[in-house]
């Protein structure tokens, strides 16, 4: 070599082999962020990003608490979940619970626990009449299988009264 060419690992050398160190530092570069966005990936699935998990578990309640709902954000389709709903009501009654939107439209519901006392359509929805115990309260579980892809928009009111509105993604 030369005395003026600058000599050492990072520099571009033309034999043996012909090296261009400028691109080969940019890009191993470029693959140290992919490995972070690996990582990442990897740290947001765990969490729960594409199906359950912290990122996903979430609740919802009307402003006067008489409706609370427990469910996922995210899911994926064919994926089952149950999506909790929480009552607050006069002591030993039936209180009504009216679930509209695109529920029905991105989910099968494969199961209601405990059993309403009543149930009917209404419009794109459902009424559900369940049984409060002895402080008011009333708790219905629907076991759903995610049957769509996209986002999902759901209303939970009791009676005429307190409502909420929630949505979930279903990946595919």
Known sequence: MESGEPQGELCSRRDPVRED???????????RWGWYGLL????????????????SEAQVHSADG????????????????????HLRGQPNTALEARIEGELLQGFNIEMLQPQPLKASAA???VKLWVLSD??????????????????????????AGAALQFSQFIYP
């Open 134 to 159: 002895a402080d008011g309260q009333a708790v219905l579980r629907l076991n759903l299988r995610s049957d769509g892809v996209g986002r999902f928009d759901t209303q939970v009111a009791l009676g």
């Open 40 to 55: 990442l990936l990897v740290a947001l699935t765990l969490g729960g990003l594409f199906s359950k998990g912290p990122l």
């Open 66 to 85: 008489q409706v609370r709902v427990e469910y996922q954000r995210f899911l994926r389709n064919g994926a089952s979940d149950t999506l909790v709903i």
């Open 123 to 125: 419009g794109q929805g």
């Open 21 to 31: 160190m400028a691109l080969q530092r940019k890009v191993w570069r470029f693959e």
